[in-house]
């Protein structure tokens, strides 16, 4: 069988499974909406939480006025006791709770440091961060504003006061997440899995389905067969990544600051190892449906362990040694050097070299699974 002909029909054979047309075009552009979508606002605003006033003094109800001032936070309600405070919050009725301790302005005015309290369930991390955040701003202000009318009612002309409250000032540069936001943060690394567990799942179902019947592919030696196989997938796999991190990026304000040249190249090795294991999966496996079982199993942990989320450091080092073994890890350090850090060619050429070694690695696997599932198939016709 000429090699023309075999790529027109692993073409058709793709595009003719419903099954596997909805794992490549549909998972790749329903999870580029649908995951971003939660988060488009980057950041949760006006969490409500309520207040809990012992001091009742005038700068305290100032102290509320400027908390419910800030876009990250609004006073939902004011409790007398902590422990209807404390009941509001249990019945989901706040996010939080901010207690303003008895002696609040005199301990101001002495000079001493009063303590804020403020409750609230930190496993809702982008919550709890934002209400931190509302709150240690409105407290700021509060502090800077009476120390400068200490300052002037001390002698101290106000210009200078206002520009000398603290002993230091600072000016905060956001590096690589200028938005601070969850989409700039997360998505670029996630959208990479997607692609690597979407193109993974349909080179699997397509050996898969083969393994069931007779037709072309038994035909054609098993390295022709992978290598028109990797080609059709490279290229419809090329394509869905200039839309990830080109209309896609751009859709969500992400950073694109690697030139298309140096973005396709790194892709190619990452693209073919990919292929090999999602080969291997469907040699392997005894029936089809099983390769996207263990994809999706394999999400998860992917993630966690590729450094993004979870600092290497404080990963045991047998996960992190099992993690290298997948093209995910480096591509995603890569890209997200290359493309959101605009880290030059040399600093990705480790991880360019482990993803060819991995290819390379896995095309071997996948070929020899793929071998002896098909020697197996040709035995029982």
Sequence with gaps: MRFGLLLKAELKALLSNPVILITVFGGVLFYSFLYPLPYSHQTPREQQISVVNLDKSQTSYQLERM?????????????????????AFLDGKVSGILVIPEHFYKDLML????????????SYFLVYGTIVEGLAQAGG????QTTVAKLV??????SKAATQYAATRTNLKPTFNPRIGYVDYVVPAVFVLILQQTLAMAAGLMVGTQKQGRGYWLKVSPVKLLLARSIVLTVIYYLLSMYYFGASFSFY??????????????????????????SWLGAITPRRELVTLVVLISSMPLV??????????AIPAPIVW??????STPA?????????????????????????IQSIGWTLLSYIGYRKSISKLSAKL
């Design 141 to 144: 202000t509060l502090a800077a």
């Design 67 to 87: 908390v419910d001032a800030t876009p990250q936070v609004k006073v939902m309600q004011r409790d007398s006791t902590l422990a209807d405070a404390k009941q």
């Design 111 to 122: 000079g001493k440091s009063p303590t804020l309290a403020y409750a609230g369930d930190a």
């Design 253 to 278: 304000g992400v950073n694109q600051l690697a030139s298309a040249v140096d973005l396709l190249t790194f892709t190619l090795p990452f693209l073919l190892a990919t292929i090999a294991i999602g």
């Design 304 to 313: 966690f362990s590729a450094g993004f989320i979870w600092p290497i450091e």
């Design 322 to 327: 099992l993690s290298e073994l997948f093209p």
């Design 153 to 158: 009612l001390d002698g101290e002309p106000l």
């Design 332 to 356: 995603i350090q890569g890209f997200l050097r290359l493309n959101q850090m605009g880290g030059s060619w040399q600093s990705v050429s480790g991880e360019y070299l482990q993803l060819w």
